[in-house]
């Protein structure tokens, strides 16, 4: 179960470094994906450090709790996707629920229970 776990951990660091890459070598492309719209040279060099900041951080720590089995590591993303199921829960407040609401938080929520079940199966084991 504990390298089940691990493994599926490993499989959303590198998830989550893809899209990273993606908003740093075609901003453009990855911004559509999440309905943004770059605005001017300004906005896309916003698309190219903040988005792969988030993504690759979070990713890159998944994968160093997964390889190294270490707990610790794997608070990094629980808190960035937290931080982000927040905010789309204050924008369900705020502004209401669409169609395309619902899939990206079903997606955080899943990787904060999976982060969180390897991290306390990781420090179980200890």
């Given amino acids: 179960m504990a390298r089940l776990l691990r493994v599926l951990v ?8 893809l899209i990273g890459l993606g908003f740093l070598f075609n901003p453009a492309g990855a911004a559509a994906n999440f309905f943004l ?3 001017g ?4 060099a916003t698309l190219r450090a903040d988005f792969p900041g988030f993504f690759i951080t979070g990713g890159t720590f998944a994968l160093i709790g997964a390889i190294r089995q270490d707990g610790r590591a794997l608070l ?15 924008s369900l407040v705020a502004d209401g629920i669409g169609p395309q609401a619902l899939p990206p938080m079903l997606a955080e929520a899943v990787m904060i229970s ?7 199966q990781l420090e179980a084991a200890k």
């Fill in 76 to 90: 990094v993303p629980v808190l960035l996707l937290a931080i982000a199921i927040t905010g789309r829960t204050v």
């Fill in 114 to 120: 999976l982060l969180l079940l390897t991290r306390r």
């Fill in 41 to 44: 040279g300004q906005g896309m």
């Fill in 10 to 17: 490993g499989l959303v660091g590198v998830f989550n470094i």
């Fill in 37 to 39: 719209i770059p605005d």
